[in-house]
């Protein structure tokens, strides 16, 4: 049972301050859909996790990654899926996901912070924007439904602004040490109220951290939480779940394959609790920015630009890879060095949302990503 003694409310005091306010494009009617954003913090390799092996230079280029998917299982005559997302391959042979390739934020610079920045805000520079593009496609809902909720520690940037969002986590001990929390433990143990109330709150902590820990069953555990918090009948229409552990700079191959297969049954966790909620579910993964192309002496990828966007569910055209390919040869890349971009991950999110939730395509860019004035709508990613 869930108590709401962790719950925090914000939004609204910050956004006051703004002095922005977007043209939004409101739905009309009442809406029985769910979004949920999962955020790869770290910068997730995707050509790793969807593997151009049809490229020409795919092998060379990758190295020992590229010995990963001798056996994997083939999306099309191009791609391939890590071995490891084995519930997510069953969503694409049930035409329940669909992956868009070569894709990228308009950040073109390699700092974590400020690419979460530009991704979680929607702007065309980190910290332009102080309120995020998720709050604001809450605003496109009609204002009895406007309910978010982020499974983290803290409210993430994406989901902050002027409409008042929850979130289930010990905001206040996020960046504590294991040790503290141990003394704290300690301290409680023997009291019978607090010592309740603490393990409540560690246990949401675990729940919210590395992916890869309980070989992946704390990420099924959240996963199944975020369902919960979804499928109550006036539960959140929105749910945003952080993610970490996505920068391999070394030993990049178990690594994020453990990654991989704690996403893969958070995926499958969600799913599960939605039941049939599943069907007007839209999920979006998505990372800042992804990896250099060739890999580094410590067998890691360093910090490149363009990934891999995932949209999952029962509401999603699946069963495809959307992509320009640019090609991994050494002439294509970007900046010698990255996979270059050849979609907005902007328009991707605008335009999956839009159809999602039946708004107008050019009104809802407006809103979420008012900066992006080029950026042109994707038709056909979601049933109407």
Do not use: C
Request: proline share 4%; no cysteine; glycine share 12%.
């Amino acid at each position: 049972m869930i108590s709401r003694r962790n719950l925090v409310l914000t939004g609204a005091a910050g956004a006051l301050s703004l002095g922005f306010a977007p043209r939004l494009a409101f739905a009309q009617a009442a809406t029985d859909r769910r979004f949920v954003f999962i955020i790869q913090r770290g910068a997730a390799d995707g050509l790793a996790t969807v593997a151009p092996v049809g490229d020409p230079a795919f092998a060379a280029q990758r190295g020992v990654l590229a010995e990963e998917f001798g056996d994997a299982p083939k999306l099309d005559a191009m791609f391939a899926l890590h071995p490891r997302l084995t519930n997510v391959a069953q969503l694409y042979a049930a035409k329940q996901a669909l992956f868009v390739h070569a894709v990228a934020s308009p950040y073109r610079d390699r700092s974590h912070f400020d690419a979460q920045n530009v991704l979680e805000t929607g702007g065309n520079s980190a910290y332009q924007l102080k309120d995020g593009w998720l709050n604001r496609m809450l605003g496109m809902l009609p204002a009895d439904e406007r309910k978010g909720i982020a499974v983290a520690a803290t409210i993430p940037m994406a989901l902050r602004g002027r409409i008042e969002v929850a979130s289930y986590a010990p905001s206040a001990l996020p960046d504590a040490s294991d040790d503290l929390l141990g003394r704290v433990a300690t301290l409680y143990a023997e009291d019978p109220q607090l010592h309740a109330i603490w393990q409540q709150a560690t246990a949401t902590r675990t729940l919210t951290g590395d992916l890869v820990a309980n070989n992946g069953r704390n990420a099924a555990a959240t996963g199944a939480l975020a369902a919960r918090l979804l499928a109550a009948e006036n539960g959140a229409r929105i749910a945003m779940i952080e993610t970490g552990g996505w920068d391999t700079h070394a030993g990049q191959r178990g690594r994020l394959g453990a990654q991989l297969n704690g996403l893969d049954q958070m995926v499958a966790s969600i799913k599960e609790g939605l039941g049939p909620l599943w069907d007007k579910t839209l999920v979006l993964v998505a990372t800042e920015f992804g990896r250099t192309v060739k890999v580094n002496g410590t067998q890691g990828t360093d910090h490149g630009t363009a990934s891999v966007a995932w949209l999952l569910g029962g509401a999603v055209q699946g069963g495809r890879v959307v992509a320009d390919w640019p090609g991994l040869g050494d002439a294509a890349l970007y900046e010698g060095r990255d996979l270059k971009p050849t979609a907005g991950l902007d328009s991707v999110i605008g335009s999956a949302a839009a159809a999602h939730f039946g708004v107008d395509p050019a009104r809802t860019m407006a809103a979420m990503f008012p900066g992006q004035k080029s950026a042109r709508a994707m038709g056909g990613l979601v049933r109407a």
